[in-house]
């Protein structure tokens, strides 16, 4: 019998001036803007949820780390590749959102991020859902985590492609087989579509749950 999958808590864009209340500003300095909000939203969906430690953390991300490649790529040109930048290195890859919110809580289970385009995050989600269901885990935070950068959006703009407003965001998500006290909704399914010459669509089912 499959499990059935619980959504116990949504958080989105955690703005700036809540930041304080869930991570050290000394601590995390060397952060950028995106490594910064998408941290803070997954430690306030896990409070939010009563879950500290979740069975698995997985993140979706369309672009990546962009702010942190392109400090790495501008202090490469500036020092004529003369430089050592592990740190920068090190956070403008495309898995540093997941793995640093598990070094920050500690969490030491699975971790995995998907890069699929504009259906990241469905990936990510159909991943843990799909294990929730099997029994594989009991609870997972699933996050959804990128930023346009001032110079990605003039880039954009100059070769006229439209700026996507859904690539600027941090949201994360914990599912969990235990129904808890309130839960949000129950997750039914996760479709993804892939069809040659179009892009993917997906689409995220869910029910609402009677007291």
Known sequence: ???????????????EEEYRDYISPLKTRRYGKLLKRALVTALKC?????????????????LGSIEETENILDGLVREDEDMSMPTQFMLCTHNSVASLIGIYTRNHGYNSTYSQGRVSF??????????????????????????????LRRKMEE??????????????????TERGES????LVNVRISHRKGAEDTAKIETVRLCD
Do not use: W
Request: charged share 20%; glycine share 6%.
């Open 183 to 186: 839960p949000l909704c129950e």
């Open 122 to 151: 469905e990936s990510a989600l159909l991943d843990a859902f799909i294990q929730l269901r099997l029994g594989r885990i009991k609870s997972a935070l699933v996050t959804a985590n990128d930023a346009i950068t001032p110079l």
């Open 159 to 176: 070769v006229g492609m439209a700026v996507d407003g859904t690539l600027d965001r941090s949201v994360a998500v914990m599912l969990s």
């Open 1 to 15: 019998m499959e499990n059935r999958v619980y959504v116990l808590a949504v958080v989105r864009d955690v703005p």
């Open 46 to 62: 896990l409070r939010d949820s009563g879950i500290s430690h979740p069975d698995a953390i997985i993140n979706g991300t369309a």
